[in-house]
C-alpha cells in the first residue's frame, strides 16, 4: 500500500461508488422493465455451451427457431471453433 497515492485510493473509490450507484439504479429499474428491453437483456446475457446445446434442440423439436435465434446460434457456434 505503500506505493499507492492516497489520490489514487480515491480515485478507486469514486469508481466503485460509481458503479455502485448504476447498479442500484438498474435494479430500481426491473419492476418496469419493457418486454423489449427484457429481450435484449436476455440475448446480451452469455450461455454455456450446454445451455446453447439444449435451446437449440428445443427450438429444433418445436420449429420456433426465430431469425434473432438462428444468428445468436449461429454466432455462438462460430465463436466455439
Same mark, same amino acid.
Given at each position: 500500500?505503500?506505493?499507492?497515492?492516497?489520490?489514487?485510493?480515491?480515485?478507486? @473509490?469514486?469508481?466503485?461508488? %460509481? &458503479?455502485?450507484?448504476? *447498479?442500484? =439504479?438498474?435494479?430500481?429499474?426491473?419492476?418496469?422493465?419493457?418486454?423489449?428491453?427484457?429481450?435484449?437483456?436476455?440475448?446480451?446475457?452469455?450461455?454455456?455451451?450446454?445451455? @446453447?446445446?439444449?435451446?437449440? %434442440? &428445443?427450438?429444433?423439436? *418445436?420449429? =420456433?427457431?426465430?431469425?434473432?435465434?438462428?444468428?445468436?446460434?449461429?454466432?455462438?457456434?462460430?465463436?466455439?471453433?
Amino acid at each position: 500500500m505503500g506505493s499507492v497515492s492516497p489520490a489514487c485510493r480515491l480515485g478507486t @473509490r469514486a469508481r466503485n461508488d %460509481e &458503479e455502485s450507484w448504476k *447498479l442500484v =439504479a438498474f435494479i430500481r429499474h426491473l419492476p418496469s422493465l419493457s418486454p423489449e428491453e427484457a429481450q435484449q437483456m436476455e440475448r446480451m446475457n452469455p450461455k454455456a455451451p450446454d445451455d @446453447r446445446k439444449e435451446e437449440n %434442440e &428445443e427450438d429444433d423439436f *418445436l420449429g =420456433a427457431r426465430s431469425p434473432d435465434r438462428r444468428q445468436a446460434a449461429r454466432i455462438n457456434i462460430e465463436g466455439d471453433s
